[in-house]
């Protein structure tokens, strides 16, 4: 929802802030009007307290593949707050992004976080395979 942006964007910064990134403003207002389109490719969960506030959100892409028949969705960020850490909101964002998943018949989710995120691999262990594939990245 549009009246949602500060929040998001206090959680946005946190979420660049934990991985040491900084990215231009523009990138960041272009991230949040792509989350608003209903057609667009880019999608967002948030994570609700029981006062109202968000408290953290993933964004996924879904996607067709060439490994089979459905389609896949990209987990591309995944962000709960500092102050809402081990609530269960990243494992609710994470069940639900997969009901949701279920629901449409896709066949998978895929997401990565970096190797000294140890926290979040104890979650992510307990949700999913550990598999051995390396990332690359070639900047265009």
Known sequence: MPEDKPQWLALWQGYLTFYETVLAPEITEETWNRLLLPSGNINGL?????????????HYLVHGGTWGPGPICYL?????????????????????????????????????????????????????????????????
């Open 76 to 140: 591309e960020d995944l962000f709960v707050s500092e102050e809402a850490r081990g609530t269960g909101a990243g494992r609710a964002l994470i069940e639900t992004l997969a009901d949701k998943g279920r629901d449409a018949g896709w066949s998978q989710i895929y997401w990565q976080t970096a190797k000294s995120n140890q926290t979040a691999q104890r979650l992510y262990d307990k949700l999913a395979t550990r598999t051995d594939w390396v990332r690359y990245e070639m900047e265009l």
């Open 46 to 58: 948030a994570a609700v307290s029981e006062t109202g506030d968000l408290i953290g959100f993933t």
